[in-house]
């Protein structure tokens, strides 16, 4: 089982950079996990953002954050990152961090999700 623990949220001016963090309580089988970041935005649903294959070896992004955002991650660490560059104001949101078996785009297939950690961009 894996827990989830985002980090490294804050305030950021458009145009800023923020990396994101989420480490896993439980370690044992974290590298058997594909990793995701969804977001949500105030009034809105939760939406995908990046994920990460178990290995790292393949990922995949949202459009609206294609070019800006890079996801990876240090199974020896437990760890999956978030990179975020060019931050615009329609990227505030929480971003949650979740597990699952499946490098899917949707929220289904995720198990295992955060408590998420507020980024918000001012103009």
């Known amino acids: 089982q894996v827990q989830p623990v985002e980090s490294g949220g804050g305030v950021v001016q458009a145009g800023g950079s923020l990396r994101l963090s989420c480490a896993s309580l439980s370690g044992r089988s974290f590298s058997s996990y594909v990793m995701g970041w969804f977001r949500q935005a105030p009034g809105k649903e939760r939406e995908f953002v990046a994920a990460?294959?178990?290995?790292?070896?393949?990922?995949r992004y949202a459009d609206s954050v294609q070019g800006r955002f890079t996801i990876s991650r240090d199974n020896a660490k437990n760890t999956v990152y978030l990179q975020m560059y060019s931050l615009k104001p329609e990227d505030t949101a929480v971003y949650y961090c979740?597990?699952?078996?499946?490098?899917?785009?949707?929220?289904?297939?995720?198990?295992?999700w955060g408590q998420g950690t507020q980024v918000t961009v001012s103009s």
């Open positions: 979740a597990a699952g078996r499946v490098l899917a785009t949707t929220r289904g297939p995720y198990n295992y």
């Open positions: 990460i294959s178990a290995s790292g070896g393949n990922s």
